[in-house]
């Protein structure tokens, strides 16, 4: 089980730290972060495998945000700097599958933590 908190409402060009809390030991998950805004279809943000040696990121993310993690919390974290009105959204943990080779595709994950949202204001 996933839980992701850490969202809420700021202004455009404020930062935001999400969480994404596991109930097992996250050595044993890759984690990706999605998000969904209203209307849309919902897209990848970012992923970082087991151990941190491998990080992604969408091309709207990269230079402003970053995940990493901390295995003795059980806790992957996704920073996120100046932030724009077009990231408002519900933002999304998930556990990999394990047996893809890609980790853009929601398909590639089976456990979802209950989405946080996130609200930039212009």
């Known amino acids: 089980q996933l839980q992701a908190s850490g969202g809420g409402l700021v202004q455009a060009g404020g930062s935001l730290r999400l969480s994404c809390v596991s109930s097992?030991?996250?050595?044993?998950?890759?984690v990706g972060w999605f998000r969904q805004a209203p209307g849309m279809e919902r897209e990848f943000v970012s992923f970082i495998n087991w151990n941190g040696g491998l990080t992604s990121y969408a091309d709207f993310a990269k230079g402003r945000f970053t995940v990493a993690r901390d295995n003795g919390q059980n806790t992957v974290y996704l920073q996120m700097n100046n932030l724009k009105p077009e990231d408002t959204a519900v933002y999304y943990c998930a556990k990999h599958r394990g047996d893809t080779s890609g980790w853009t595709h929601d398909f590639e994950y089976d456990s979802w933590g209950q989405g946080t949202q996130v609200t930039v204001s212009s």
């Open positions: 097992r030991a996250t050595t044993e998950l890759h």
